[in-house]
């Protein structure tokens, strides 16, 4: 039997592209995991996939840095967890951009190269108050 055979009925000759990229989309279930893997050391790297959409749309950028960072996104702002790290080591600054507010983290420990981000806030983020607080950087609008 061929491959074919196994992962299904075999596509005809005049199928269209679209159909077979469906197809194997479908049938390649490790895509995802690729995708997620691909996605995570963009974030890292603090580079952002779909950067002309992050522009567009804020919220998905910001969506991608808070799960990133293992944060939480709520109705009148953000908390990131920050474990470890001490009040006097994160340094927080909210910033006016052209399109909107932006969060720039910094966390500076002993011994580590420091980790910046910078984090776009939602459009209804006009006054921005930031806290640490039980751990937590809180971030409120």
Request: proline fraction near 6%.
């Amino acid at each position: 039997m061929s491959d074919e055979g196994k992962q299904g009925e075999a596509m005809p000759l005049d199928a269209v592209p679209e159909a077979l990229h469906l197809a194997m989309s479908e049938s390649a279930t490790h895509l995802h995991e690729v995708r997620t893997a691909h996605l995570h050391h963009l974030v890292t790297a603090g580079m952002l996939p779909e950067t002309h959409l992050a522009s567009v749309e804020p919220e998905r950028r910001l969506a991608w840095v808070m799960e990133e960072l293992h944060g939480r996104m709520d109705v009148d702002g953000l908390t990131l967890p920050m474990a470890g790290v001490l009040p006097e080591q994160v340094h927080a600054d909210v910033v006016e951009a052209e399109h909107g507010s932006i969060l720039t983290l910094r966390i500076e420990q002993d011994n580590a190269p420091a980790l910046e981000r910078r984090l776009p806030l939602l459009a209804q983020a006009e006054t921005v108050h930031h806290a640490f607080v039980d751990g937590h950087l809180v971030v409120r609008w």
